[in-house]
């Protein structure tokens, strides 16, 4: 059976890259991830998200809120139209 979601992550000296593939839902493992983040930088490649659902945006905001809590700077890079999407309608996103 397929995963809905993975990730692969790459850490470098100076950024950790993280792209993120499939469908942001209530099974996503957003939260497993903080911990392998060891930069102040995290470069999120959005491109492979398929869609993201209303449980799915709740965890996301509540990720990137905990990474700003870490002190980590989030940039999205080749954002998914569906990324957009809701970045369109979703405050804090």
């Known amino acids: ?12 000296s100076q950024y950790t890259y993280l792209k993120l593939r499939g469908v942001i839902d209530e099974d996503n493992n957003l939260g497993a991830l903080t911990g392998r983040i ?3 930088t995290v470069v999120l490649d959005l491109s492979e998200i398929d869609r993201i659902n209303s449980y799915g945006v709740r965890d ?3 990720w990137l809120g905990d990474l ?9 890079v080749r954002c998914s ?4 999407a809701q970045a369109n309608m979703v405050t804090n996103f």
């Open 1 to 12: 059976m397929d995963q809905k979601f993975s990730a692969q992550i790459r850490a470098g």
């Open 68 to 76: 700003d809590n870490r002190g980590r700077q989030v940039l999205m």
């Open 81 to 84: 139209p569906s990324i957009i």
């Open 38 to 40: 060891d930069t102040d």
């Open 60 to 62: 996301w905001v509540n």
